[in-house]
């Protein structure tokens, strides 16, 4: 008897266990990871609810052309086309103009590369973030890309701005 309550105990908490992990909102795509990654992380509800990413380091120099020829590649391999987008998908490197204040794009670091591919029924959306910075690596100065990869729901950028200009008239 006492052997039963455990073992009852025992699978209860496992299935609490299962049924509180949280699950992947996009389980069919797999978003894509550079080879030589560093550290890579994989999130889900991250960077907000109902969206999946990872995040890694990637020690390459400027301007990072592998890089990107490599996610534009998986992309493709995945059913996605480049949606670009001012300020979240202009497939460049951009440095922000503390001056003019707004982003230009840039051929030196510090620089950001931002690109955004859609799937072909428009539900889902990839947004790609590549910070570059020089970084110091003990007595040597090496490029190092912080890289995002990040999954959500496809959402309508000009729709979100319309209702934000109707609501501020």
Same mark, same amino acid.
């Given at each position: 008897?006492? =052997?039963?309550?455990?073992?009852?105990?025992?699978?209860?908490?496992?299935?609490?266990?299962?049924?509180?992990?949280?699950?992947?909102?996009?389980?069919?795509?797999?978003?894509?990871?550079?080879?030589?990654?560093?550290?890579?992380?994989? /999130?889900?509800?991250?960077?907000?609810?109902?969206? =999946? /990413?990872?995040?890694?380091?990637?020690?390459?120099?400027?301007?990072?052309?592998?890089?990107?020829?490599?996610?534009?590649?998986?992309?493709? %391999?995945?059913?996605?086309?480049?949606?670009?987008?001012?300020?979240?998908?202009?497939? =460049?490197?951009?440095?922000?103009?503390?001056?003019?204040?707004?982003? &230009?794009?840039?051929? =030196?670091?510090? /620089?950001?590369?931002?690109?955004?591919?859609?799937?072909?029924?428009?539900?889902?959306?990839?947004?790609?973030?590549?910070?570059? %910075?020089?970084?110091?690596?003990?007595?040597?100065?090496?490029?190092?890309?912080?890289?995002?990869?990040?999954? /959500?729901?496809?959402?309508?950028?000009?729709?979100?701005?319309?209702?934000? &200009?109707? &609501?501020?008239?």
């Amino acid at each position: 008897m006492k =052997k039963t309550f455990i073992l009852a105990k025992t699978i209860l908490l496992v299935i609490l266990l299962i049924g509180c992990a949280k699950s992947d909102p996009f389980p069919a795509v797999k978003l894509p990871i550079y080879p030589s990654a560093i550290n890579p992380n994989k /999130a889900i509800d991250s960077p907000v609810k109902g969206a =999946k /990413a990872v995040v890694y380091d990637v020690a390459m120099d400027f301007p990072a052309k592998k890089l990107t020829d490599f996610y534009n590649r998986e992309m493709s %391999k995945i059913g996605f086309i480049p949606l670009p987008e001012e300020g979240i998908g202009t497939f =460049k490197w951009e440095d922000f103009n503390s001056k003019s204040g707004n982003w &230009e794009e840039t051929t =030196k670091v510090p /620089a950001r590369y931002t690109a955004t591919w859609v799937n072909k029924e428009k539900t889902q959306r990839v947004w790609l973030y590549i910070a570059y %910075k020089l970084r110091r690596n003990g007595e040597k100065w090496e490029n190092i890309a912080m890289v995002s990869c990040n999954m /959500a729901k496809y959402f309508d950028m000009d729709i979100v701005k319309k209702q934000f &200009e109707e &609501e501020n008239k």
